[in-house]
């Protein structure tokens, strides 16, 4: 598969559910970041976590990172309509010493998540 | 809170034409970043810019595209030649720090004839 892969490609669930995402990525990263598009706009960060980190919250939004899995997960709790939107994963190169990472992005296909009033 | 701003919101443009997108970013950002995404694929990296110079380009970066940060607010990509294939929304991106998130515009949407 390729860097930043997530699963599931569309998921659909009623309000007040919860939705979960999952991103597998190949090669070793600095940090992994959760970004939201709504149709047709610009891409919204939600969450980075760095490599050395395994669980961070903001609000509804809980990630995890297991870097021996080379894999993430993004659950977005009491879904709303409102979080109807496309969301990828990216991932960030590790910096290598002396290198030319500059922070170089690497997106995953995404995952279109419908939530239903 | 501070936004990346794009303008124009979209672009209508004649293969072979010279286009230019351009971005603000937020003003203490010191890393910028354009990506693209073409309709129904991932978002791309194209180029990073930091300390007036390109610090890393992907291969879609050929000699037909340019970046330039002519003043100390905005930053601009060029096409030179225009393909049908470089239809595509382009994001700008920018950030204050290596370890910070990077901040997106809403993009251009780039329409070539």
């Known amino acids: 598969s390729q860097q930043g892969e997530e699963d599931p490609q569309a998921l659909s669930i009623q309000e007040g559910e919860n939705a979960t995402m999952n991103c597998s990525y190949k090669?070793?990263?600095?940090?992994l970041q959760w970004y939201r598009q709504n149709s047709g706009r610009g891409l919204v960060h939600l969450i980075l976590?760095?490599?050395?980190?395994r669980e961070k919250h903001s609000g509804r939004l809980r990630v995890t990172l297991d870097t021996s899995k080379k894999s993430s997960s993004l659950l977005i709790t009491a879904s709303r309509a409102a979080d109807t939107a496309s969301y990828f994963c990216?991932?960030?190169?590790?910096?290598?010493?002396?290198?030319?990472?500059?922070?170089?992005?690497?997106f995953g296909q995404g995952t279109i998540l419908t939530v239903h009033p | 809170e501070p936004e990346v701003t794009q303008t124009p919101s979209h672009q209508v443009t004649q293969m072979g034409q010279e286009v230019i997108l351009r971005c603000v970013p937020i003003?203490?950002?010191?890393?910028f970043y354009w990506y693209r995404q073409i309709l129904g694929q991932k978002v791309e990296f194209l180029v990073s810019?930091?300390?007036?110079?390109?610090?890393?380009k992907s291969e879609i970066f050929d000699d037909q595209f340019s970046v330039e940060r002519p003043d100390g607010s905005n930053f601009t990509l060029k096409i030179r030649s225009t393909k049908l294939e470089d239809s595509a929304m382009y994001f700008c991106?920018?950030?204050?720090?290596?370890?910070?998130?990077?901040?997106f515009g809403d993009g251009t949407r780039l329409s070539i004839l």
């Open positions: 991106a920018s950030r204050t720090g290596m370890r910070q998130p990077q901040h």
């Open positions: 090669t070793s990263i600095n940090n």
């Open positions: 976590i760095r490599s050395n980190e």
């Open positions: 990216a991932t960030e190169p590790l910096w290598r010493a002396g290198g030319t990472s500059y922070g170089k992005l690497t």
């Open positions: 003003s203490n950002h010191l890393y």
């Open positions: 810019f930091y300390n007036n110079e390109i610090s890393e």
